[in-house]
């Protein structure tokens, strides 16, 4: 099983979990996302970016979930979830004026 998550996966996975209706929150010493009582966390140094990430096991079962979708559809696949990716991250920023009043 695959243990640490590649750096160059890091965005793509954590939005596909999101889209999934998990829900992130930083904490000190890792990303944890949940949806109901599933607890998948993402341990990282706060501020430094590193080559790869250690995951507990849930999100390690997830995550091998994720390459199963990679693998059959490789191109699609990402080219699809980085399209969405980049939508959502843009439409965030749009509406970041609603914030000021």
């Known amino acids: 099983m695959i243990t ?3 750096c160059r996966f890091t965005n793509l996975f954590t939005y596909w979990l999101y889209c999934d209706g ?3 929150q930083v904490k000190k010493d890792a990303v944890v996302m949940r949806r109901g009582d599933s607890v998948l966390k993402i341990f990282c140094h706060k501020g430094r970016m590193q080559q790869d990430y ?3 096991e849930a999100c390690q ?3 091998k979930q994720f390459c199963g979708c990679y693998l059959n559809g490789y ?3 990402l080219v699809g979830l980085e399209r969405e990716a ?4 843009a439409r965030s920023k749009n509406f970041n004026y609603l914030m000021v009043a």
Do not use: A, I, Q, T
């Not at 980049?86 to 991250?89: K, P």
């Open 4 to 6: 640490r998550l590649p």
């Open 22 to 24: 998990y829900r992130p």
């Open 54 to 56: 250690l995951m507990n």
């Open 61 to 63: 079962r997830k995550f």
């Open 75 to 77: 191109r699609e696949f």
């Open 86 to 89: 980049r939508v959502e991250v």
